[in-house]
C-alpha cells in the first residue's frame, strides 16, 4: 500500500489559506485590493473584536452578478488573468485567485453584490461550503463579511495577537492603502467608532490624514528618473527628529511592499546627517514589467528586484538629490556687489551659496591639560562616602534639569571688586586688563587656605556616555543609559503595580502635539498607565492632543519626543492580554524614553544618585532589555595589557 497519497479539499483549502490569509490584517488587505481592482471610489471597513468577530469590507465598485458570485469564492479563479504571461504585466492588485477562496475555507462568509445593471444577489459560505444563496436587492457594489474567522483552524487563532494588537494592524493595512489611493475615499471603523477617514484629494492630503499634518507641511517632494527607474513621493527634511518605524511607506505601482534593500538605501541616504536623523518616507517606484517580480511571497508582500544593486543606488540618489534640491532654494545670496563690499564685481556674477554635506558629527574634545577636571568632584565626594544600603530609594526628581549657573565674573562682581578707595592702577600694567593693587596690605581678610592636591572622585564620566570607577577588585564601566533605564524600569513596575502616582510638573502653557491614527489608538489603551508615570495628555480637537503635565524630572524639551517615542515603543510591543506583559511593555517603553541618553552630560552628584540607585535595584547586572549595564577589568587583566 502506497504512503503517499492525494489530500482531500478541505486539507488543501486550509494549507492554502494559511499562506494568504496569515491574521485579521491579511483578510483585510486581500479584500481592499479587490474592491480597488473593481473600480471603487469609496471603500468602507468595519472590525470587531480586532476582526476576529467580524469584518466588514463595503465598496461600490462594479459588483458581481449571479454567475461570478459563483465562482469568486472557489480556488484559482480570477477576472484579471488569461494566460501565464499576464504575471509579468500586472497592473492590478489581485491576481492569484486565492484571497477570497482562503477566506471561505476558515469562516463564515457572506458575499452581497450587485452591478450596474441591476443583477445582484447572495451567497453564504462556510468552511469553503455553500450554505444558502439567494437573489436580493442590493446597490451597486460588494459586500464582504466575515465572521469568526478561524473558527476551524484554532491554533492558529490561539497564536494571533491581542484585540489592540490586531487593530492596529488592521489600521496599518488601512493606511498604507489610503495613502497609495489617495483618489479613493477609506473609511475604517472599530465597532461604531471612527478611528479612520481619508477623504479624495492629492497625496500629501492624504498622508496628513494618515501621519498628521504638521509632518506632511514639512515634507519635501520626490521626482527623480535614472537608468529607467522611476521614484516618487515625499520625504522628511533632515531635521525631522520624530520619524517611526511604520512612518516608511513604501510602492510598487501603488501596491504596498517591503524590501529591505530599498529600507536600507534610505537608512544609507539619511546616514550623514546623524543617528538622531527619523525620516519619514512615502516613496513609489516605477521601472519596466520585466525589471521586479511581485509572485515570491503568497500574500504579494515583498517584491524582488532583477537589478537590486541599481535600484538601491536610485532611491539614495533620489533622496540626495531631494536633499541638494532644498538646500539650493533656500540657501542664501551672497551679494558681492559694489553697494555691499566697495569692490567691482558685478552683481550678476553672483551664485547662491552651496551649503556642504554635513559631516559626522565630531566627538567631544578632552579638557584642556591645565584644567582640573574633577575641580567639582567635593560634592561627590561627600555623598559616596555614606553606604549604598542606608541610602533612600529616589524618586524620578534625582534626574534633576538645574539652570545653567551664574557666571564668577558678571559686571556686579567686577563694581564691587574694583570699586577700592585704597586701591591705585598699576601703570605697568597693559590699561586695557584693569589691574588694580593695593598700596596697604590689607589685614582684615583672612588668609587663604594652603592649597592642597586634589584626588579624583570615585566615579567620573567617560565620552558623556560611561561612567567609570574603581573598586576593590579592579575598573568599573556603567552604561550610563542602561543603568538609568533599569533604574526606572522598576520605579514604573512599582507605581504600575502598586497603583502609586509618580511625580510629575504641570506646565504653565500645555504642549500641543499631533498624533497619528496609530499612536491615538494606542493612546487609548495606555491612557491611564501614562498618568501614573506622570504623563497628563487629552484630546485638544481632531489629531491634536495637549500635554498638560509631565515627569518631575522630564524637562519641558523633550516632552513631545517624550510621547511620540513611548507611543511607538508600546505598538512594538505586543502584549496581548497578559497584564503582567503589559505593565512590563508599559514601563519598558517608559524608562527607554526618560532615561539618560548617549552623550548627556552629567553632574557629579546626578553621577552619585545613578550609581546608588542602580546597586539597590533587584538585577543591577542588566538592563530591562536584557544588555548589561556594568563590566568589570579586574586588576589581573590590566596587569596583563601592561605587561611587557
Request: hydrophobic share 35%; net charge negative; charged share 25%.
Amino acid at each position: 500500500m502506497a504512503e503517499i497519497h492525494l489530500l482531500s479539499d478541505e486539507i488543501i483549502n486550509k494549507i492554502a489559506a494559511g499562506e494568504v490569509i496569515e491574521r485579521p490584517a491579511s483578510a483585510v488587505k486581500e479584500l481592499i485590493e479587490n474592491a480597488i481592482d473593481a473600480g471603487a471610489t469609496r471603500i468602507q471597513v468595519q472590525i470587531e473584536q480586532g476582526g476576529k468577530k467580524k469584518i466588514q469590507v463595503t465598496d461600490n465598485g462594479k459588483g458581481m452578478g449571479a454567475a461570478d458570485l459563483d465562482l469568486c469564492y472557489l480556488r484559482h479563479t480570477t477576472s484579471k488573468l488569461t494566460n501565464a504571461d499576464d504575471l509579468f504585466h500586472l497592473h492590478t492588485n489581485g491576481f492569484r485567485g486565492e484571497a477570497v477562496a482562503s477566506i471561505a475555507a476558515v469562516s463564515k462568509l457572506t458575499i452581497t453584490s450587485a452591478t450596474q445593471e441591476g443583477e445582484s444577489g447572495r451567497i453564504i459560505v462556510k468552511g469553503g461550503e455553500v450554505i444558502e444563496k439567494e437573489d436580493i436587492q442590493a446597490s451597486r457594489g460588494t459586500t464582504f463579511l466575515v465572521e469568526d474567522l478561524f473558527y476551524n483552524t484554532p491554533v492558529r487563532r490561539t497564536f494571533l495577537g491581542s484585540e489592540t494588537s490586531e487593530c492596529s494592524r488592521i489600521l496599518d493595512i488601512v493606511l498604507k492603502t489610503a495613502i497609495s489611493h489617495p483618489e479613493i475615499r477609506f473609511d475604517y471603523k472599530v465597532g461604531d467608532r471612527t478611528v479612520f477617514t481619508g477623504v479624495p484629494g492629492e497625496l500629501r492630503s492624504r498622508i496628513a490624514e494618515a501621519i498628521g499634518s504638521k509632518v506632511a507641511k514639512g515634507l519635501l517632494p520626490v521626482d527623480y528618473t535614472e537608468a529607467g527607474v522611476h521614484v516618487t513621493g515625499y520625504i522628511s527634511p533632515t531635521t525631522e527628529t520624530n520619524g517611526k518605524r511604520n512612518h516608511q511607506f513604501l510602492f510598487m505601482r501603488n501596491r504596498p511592499i517591503e524590501n529591505k534593500m530599498v529600507s536600507k538605501a534610505v537608512s544609507q541616504a539619511y546616514e550623514p546627517y546623524g543617528a538622531q536623523c527619523k525620516p519619514v518616507t512615502v516613496l513609489f517606484l516605477d521601472m519596466p514589467d520585466m525589471e521586479f517580480d511581485i509572485n515570491i511571497h503568497p500574500a504579494k508582500r515583498e517584491v524582488r528586484f532583477a537589478n537590486g544593486n541599481l535600484v538601491f543606488l536610485v532611491v539614495t540618489h533620489a533622496i540626495r538629490d531631494t536633499f541638494t534640491k532644498d538646500l539650493e532654494a533656500h540657501s542664501p545670496i551672497i551679494d558681492l556687489s559694489d553697494e555691499f563690499m566697495g569692490g567691482t564685481t558685478p552683481a550678476s556674477q553672483t551664485t547662491p551659496a552651496q551649503p556642504a554635506m554635513p559631516e559626522t558629527p565630531a566627538q567631544p574634545q578632552n579638557d584642556l591639560p591645565w584644567e582640573n577636571p574633577f575641580q567639582q568632584a567635593k560634592p561627590y565626594a561627600a555623598a559616596s562616602q555614606q553606604p549604598i544600603q542606608q541610602q533612600a530609594r529616589p524618586s524620578f526628581a534625582s534626574k534633576p534639569y538645574a539652570q545653567p549657573a551664574k557666571p564668577v565674573n558678571s559686571l556686579s562682581d567686577k563694581k564691587s571688586k574694583y570699586d577700592v578707595s585704597d586701591d591705585v592702577q598699576d601703570l605697568f600694567s597693559l590699561p586695557e586688563y584693569g589691574k588694580i593693587i593695593s598700596l596697604e596690605p590689607d589685614h582684615s581678610k583672612p588668609a587663604p587656605p594652603p592649597e592642597t592636591p586634589w584626588a579624583p572622585p570615585s566615579f567620573f564620566q567617560i565620552a558623556n556616555t560611561y561612567i567609570a570607577g574603581e573598586d576593590s577588585n579592579g575598573l568599573l564601566i556603567i552604561d550610563q543609559h542602561a543603568a538609568h533605564t533599569r533604574v526606572l524600569f522598576e520605579q514604573a513596575m512599582e507605581s504600575l503595580q502598586n497603583n502609586i502616582m509618580q511625580d510629575s510638573q504641570e506646565l504653565l502653557f500645555p504642549e500641543l502635539i499631533d498624533l497619528s491614527k496609530q499612536e491615538k489608538e494606542i493612546f487609548r489603551n495606555v491612557d491611564e498607565q501614562l498618568r501614573k508615570l506622570g504623563f497628563f495628555v487629552e484630546p485638544f480637537g481632531g489629531d491634536t492632543y495637549q500635554i498638560r503635565s509631565i515627569p518631575s524630572a522630564l524637562p519641558l524639551s523633550r516632552a513631545a519626543k517624550a510621547v511620540h517615542d513611548f507611543l511607538n515603543d508600546v505598538d512594538e510591543n505586543d502584549t496581548k492580554n497578559d497584564m503582567v506583559k503589559f505593565q512590563e511593555a508599559i514601563a519598558k517603553s517608559w524608562a527607554k524614553t526618560n532615561a539618560y541618553q548617549a552623550g548627556d552630560k552629567l553632574k557629579p552628584e546626578e553621577i552619585t544618585a545613578l550609581v546608588g540607585q542602580l546597586m539597590i535595584t533587584q538585577d543591577p547586572l542588566k538592563s530591562p532589555f536584557g544588555s548589561p549595564t556594568l563590566m568589570r577589568l579586574t586588576l589581573e587583566e590590566l596587569s596583563k595589557k601592561f605587561r611587557h
